[in-house]
């Protein structure tokens, strides 16, 4: 018998609330014609970075459907094929997530800023002159986009 097993439950549910626990973020990029699609963050932790389009899974979601919807609630974009790109642990912005990257298909639809209080800026950029800071999260799935690497585990 543990130690932890004739403790009342109360006390065990604060135990577990007070452990800071990593969280889960999904992304998911976009290219076209050799350039990526970015925006610039606004009001969240990595703010005055570029990224894309993403946020935390929900429970009873998978992972392609969290991207789906966080691309059509940040950007408008009903996204068709997903392809996988990479997991990274990133300790960053005073926070701690497990992050999993995917390429996301929209064929010819344009990004929109759907949340104008987490983004201010956007737009296609070529991969050879991106803005900067990028978001660690978008750091990774651009170099693994461009090199085929699949895990990061932090810097």
Request: aromatic fraction near 10%; glycine fraction near 10%.
């Amino acid at each position: 018998m543990n130690r932890y097993h004739q403790l009342p439950r109360a006390i065990l549910g604060a135990m577990a609330a007070e452990t800071p626990r990593p969280k889960v973020g999904v992304g998911v990029i976009f290219v076209r014609n050799d350039m990526v699609f970015l925006a610039k963050r606004h009001g969240a932790h990595g703010e005055d970075t570029w990224a894309s389009a993403g946020g935390h899974l929900e429970n009873g979601e998978t992972l392609e459907e969290c991207g789906r919807r966080e691309s059509m609630e940040e950007l408008g974009l009903a996204v068709g094929d997903l392809r996988y790109l990479c997991v990274s642990n990133i300790i960053a912005y005073d926070k701690h997530y497990v992050d999993i990257e995917f390429v996301g298909d929209i064929g010819d639809q344009e990004p929109r800023l759907m949340e104008p209080d987490a983004f201010i800026d956007s737009g296609w950029f070529p991969f050879n002159n991106l803005p900067e800071p990028l978001f660690h999260a978008m750091r990774y799935a651009l170099d693994s986009y461009r090199t085929g690497q699949q895990y990061f585990p932090g810097d």
